[in-house]
């Protein structure tokens, strides 16, 4: 659909741009304030935590940890899959406990020696079964660790909820701004026909 066809669309029917308007306004102003939520959330930074309490406090829900820096025996586990890299974390006892997950491609050059830092997560199913089937040897109720995942991506949605807001709010007068055009006959010509 071009876009002439969609503002005529509107001008035709100025009704579906203040309905258009409103769902978007109300999907992001939620998106937007749970996005501000985020941001308070994590306005103190990362709690500091060995992998056992990490791992205890990921299980109550979600939790904003910084783990000890990443040795280049634990590196060796790096691996990827599917555009993202997953580090998987030991317990005491050896066991996969929790994995770490990182946006893209990364290397134990960059990792080795620094925090991981995050949001620690009951794992998705999904994300589990794709461990599983890349061979790695996890518990039956594993925790996810994204270490993309904190205050600059809740800040991101704060701005990017409120263009849409904006965007929305624009498009409300939107059509019946079209729609007066096309009644006085005083718009461009494709909109008339």
């Known amino acids: 659909?071009?876009?002439?066809?969609?503002?005529?669309?509107?001008?035709?029917?100025?009704?579906?741009?203040?309905?258009?308007?409103?769902?978007?306004?109300?999907?992001?102003?939620?998106?937007?304030?749970?996005?501000?939520?985020?941001?308070?959330?994590y306005a103190d930074g990362p709690t500091p935590m060995d992998v056992e309490t990490a791992l205890t406090a990921g299980r109550s829900g979600e939790a904003y940890v910084a783990l000890p820096a990443v040795t280049a025996e634990a590196c060796a586990g790096l691996f990827s899959q599917g555009g993202t890299t997953f580090l998987p974390l030991h317990a005491d006892d050896g066991t996969v406990d929790?994995?770490?997950?990182?946006?893209?491609?990364?290397?134990?050059?960059?990792?080795?020696?620094?925090?991981?830092?995050?949001?620690?997560?009951?794992?998705?199913?999904?994300?589990?079964?794709?461990?599983?089937?890349?061979?790695?040897?996890?518990?039956?109720?594993?925790?996810?660790?994204?270490?993309?995942?904190?205050?600059?991506?809740?800040?991101?949605g704060v701005g990017l909820s409120a263009v849409f807001c904006l965007l929305g709010l624009g498009l409300m007068p939107l059509g019946y701004l079209l729609a007066a055009q096309k009644a006085r006959g005083d718009g461009p010509a494709w909109l008339q026909g």
Do not use: H, K
């Open 1 to 41: 659909m071009n876009t002439r066809r969609l503002v005529a669309q509107l001008a035709a029917t100025p009704i579906l741009g203040v309905v258009s308007g409103l769902v978007i306004v109300v999907l992001f102003a939620w998106l937007g304030w749970t996005s501000w939520l985020g941001t308070r959330a």
């Open 98 to 156: 929790a994995v770490a997950y990182f946006s893209g491609a990364t290397s134990c050059e960059r990792i080795v020696g620094q925090p991981l830092a995050g949001t620690l997560n009951p794992m998705r199913p999904a994300m589990r079964t794709g461990l599983v089937d890349a061979g790695v040897a996890i518990t039956a109720d594993p925790l996810a660790l994204c270490t993309y995942c904190g205050a600059t991506n809740a800040w991101m």
